[in-house]
């Protein structure tokens, strides 16, 4: 969204400033930054939504923010930032809105698309699944031979796996303790070592499926699914002296969430059973709506509302805050000067609380198939950064795992830890209550000290004595420290946002379209190619010579 016709955005003269800023700021330490300022924290900390944001650890001055944020004027951030939220096409390859932050609009909101009342329509999709959740909490789904649901399998990959499955895991503190037990359980793999896994020891009386597929056309959902569908068939059909119907075996024992209502019907999944998801949300977008229904069965739909009242909070921040108070924008802008300024390529994701276990692998679809992109939305080649390569996972097992090369390595990496400030409050023991808030204080006292260790190396020791080389800290990585209030639905759905919306800032910036996904197509298009050649039904001739040595490989092995 330059503002100079034509050009991309490193030769906008914002740009240009901030590279000679750089140039004269990538010498001078953090530790010398802060030695500078005493009130550093409290002009780089932000709060909003229950989320506190420290970016005062990032290699960055006042002079810095005030040219990031004259790069984001000229790449016109207002209004990219009114265009996503008002529905308009910002998804330009595939000329369609992007309109996941209209899955959280309270009901009283009003916003049309294409002369639909979305809001309308998602809170009717809403009340479709909080009927279906009803069900399966007060017992009153039963299978096809008549026993309740117990337990729930939601097959799906990417953005219809790794949202639902972080979010529950995340939030199983919140579970309803007055309902029929329903246990949920995730199976992506296209493998199918999960779902073996579950097949094995579930009963399929009281076992049901999800399917969530947008298209209803992925292999790995799909080749999940007819493997439960045979499973179950081949079980309940011949249970007992009355024979069970397959329709009624599905019906029983399937629900689809999907983009496509005629694929659900042509799998035969009854129209009640089937769940509403728009062309104008993207997968990795998607657990605010119906393919939240893993979220909702775990935690209830009061929860599963409170998830998304938090993400709108975070929301109207986004749209109201000036772009200097702006979390989202200020998060996307320390990224910013880090890859394309710092040349700081890697990025760790590092959550301190157990919880957020899964809260990494969600970041890294999230953000890199959002922003893993080499051509502006005009198709024009970039010759600059894009989205850094995203990886972590709890900040704890870290350090004993890769925290080596954040210290001593000869990499620059920007961290992200991430940490609830209260937690086990609600524990009743008062003994069992004092020993967990006793490690909730360790795993915020490691996360402080290694985020500073980071920070100022050496210096964040007193040591009296000279030491050896192998025991030295450079210091000087960046960091940003994400602090929630606690850990609830409210401030998970916020901090959810928070990154959301980073991507999007980011996207504006680098003049990309973080809403469509075109890398990942031409691999499974050539991936239906190549098992046509294993499965024999294919010759291996025009194969490249390693590609046909594998497939060899595995002939041999299969004889």
């Not at 990417?158 to 919140?174: F, I, K």
């Not at 303790?177 to 199918?192: K, Q």
């Not at 694929?263 to 769940?275: E, G, S, T, Y």
């Given at each position: 969204m330059s503002s100079v016709a034509n050009a991309t955005p490193d030769q906008l003269p914002a740009w240009k400033a901030l590279k000679e800023h750089a140039d004269a700021l990538k010498s001078v330490h953090l530790k010398t930054l802060f030695a500078e300022s005493s009130t550093r924290f409290d002009h780089f900390a932000h709060q909003a939504a229950g989320v506190m944001l420290d970016l005062s650890k990032q290699r960055w001055q006042d002079e810095t923010l005030d040219k990031l944020l004259a790069l984001a004027e000229a790449a016109e951030l207002p209004g990219a930032i009114k265009a996503l939220l008002s529905g308009q096409r910002v998804n330009t390859s595939e000329d369609r809105p992007a309109l996941h932050t209209a899955l959280r609009l309270p009901p009283e909101a009003s916003l049309e698309v294409d002369g639909e009342d979305v809001v309308a329509a998602v809170h009717a999709s809403l009340e479709q699944m909080e009927a279906l959740v009803s069900r399966l909490h007060a017992g009153q789904w039963r299978g096809a031979?008549?026993?309740?649901?117990?337990?729930?399998?939601?097959?799906?990959?990417?953005?219809?796996?790794?949202?639902?499955?972080?979010?529950?895991?995340?939030?199983?503190?919140?579970?309803?303790?007055?309902?029929?037990?329903?246990?949920?359980?995730?199976?992506?793999?296209?493998?199918?070592?999960?779902?073996?896994?579950y097949l094995s020891r579930l009963n399929p009386e009281v076992t049901l499926f999800v399917l969530s597929s947008k298209s209803f056309t992925t292999i790995d959902t799909l080749s999940n699914a007819n493997t439960a569908k045979d499973w179950l068939l081949g079980r309940l059909t011949r249970q007992?002296?009355?024979?069970?119907?397959?329709?009624?075996?599905?019906?029983?024992?399937?629900?689809?969430?999907?983009?496509?209502?005629?694929?659900?019907?042509?799998?035969?999944?009854?129209?009640?059973?089937?769940?509403?998801?728009?062309?104008?949300?993207?997968?990795?977008?998607?657990?605010?709506?119906?393919?939240?229904?893993?979220?909702?069965?775990?935690?209830?739909?009061?929860?599963?509302?409170?998830?998304?009242?938090?993400?709108?909070?975070?929301?109207?921040?986004?749209?109201?805050?000036?772009?200097?108070?702006?979390?989202?924008?200020?998060?996307?802008?320390?990224?910013?000067?880090?890859?394309?300024?710092?040349?700081?390529?890697?990025?760790?994701?590092l959550p301190y609380d157990g919880r957020l276990e899964y809260f990494a692998a969600y970041l890294e679809q999230l953000e890199m198939e959002s922003n893993g992109k080499s051509v502006t939305r005009q198709g024009q080649a970039i010759d600059y950064s894009t989205c850094p390569v995203l990886w972590g996972q709890l900040g704890p097992n870290a350090q004993h795992a890769f925290y080596q090369l954040l210290h001593q390595g000869m990499q620059p990496v920007e961290c992200d830890f991430i940490a609830p400030l209260k937690r086990y409050d609600d524990v009743e023991d008062p003994e069992t209550r004092r020993h967990l808030q006793t490690q909730h204080r360790l795993a915020l006292a490691n996360c402080f000290a290694q985020s500073r260790l980071l920070m100022l190396g050496d210096d964040a020791i007193d040591d009296e004595g000279p030491r050896p080389p192998h025991k030295r800290y450079r210091g000087n990585q960046p960091s940003t420290t994400v602090l929630l209030d606690q850990l609830t639905p409210h401030t998970l759905g916020a901090l959810i946002a928070l990154y959301e919306h980073k991507v999007f800032v980011q996207a504006v910036i680098w003049d990309i379209n973080p809403f469509d996904q075109w890398g990942v197509e031409l691999g499974k298009q050539i991936a239906t190619e190549t098992q046509q050649i294993i499965d024999g039904q294919a010759p291996a001739d025009h194969m490249d010579a390693s590609t046909r040595g594998l497939i060899e490989a595995f002939w041999a092995a299969d004889e």
């Open positions: 031979t008549g026993k309740p649901i117990r337990h729930v399998v939601n097959l799906g990959v990417g953005g219809s796996d790794l949202g639902p499955l972080m979010v529950t895991h995340a939030l199983a503190d919140y579970r309803p303790d007055d309902v029929h037990p329903v246990e949920v359980h995730f199976a992506s793999t296209m493998d199918g070592s999960q779902l073996a896994d007992g002296a009355t024979p069970i119907s397959a329709e009624l075996v599905i019906r029983q024992h399937f629900i689809g969430v999907s983009g496509s209502p005629q694929k659900m019907r042509a799998w035969r999944i009854a129209p009640a059973h089937q769940l509403r998801f728009w062309e104008w949300v993207g997968g990795r977008y998607s657990l605010w709506g119906t393919i939240g229904l893993p979220i909702a069965l775990a935690i209830g739909m009061d929860n599963f509302r409170a998830l998304l009242a938090g993400a709108h909070a975070m929301d109207r921040h986004f749209q109201a805050a000036p772009m200097a108070e702006n979390l989202p924008v200020l998060l996307a802008l320390a990224g910013i000067w880090n890859v394309n300024f710092l040349d700081i390529r890697a990025h760790s994701i």
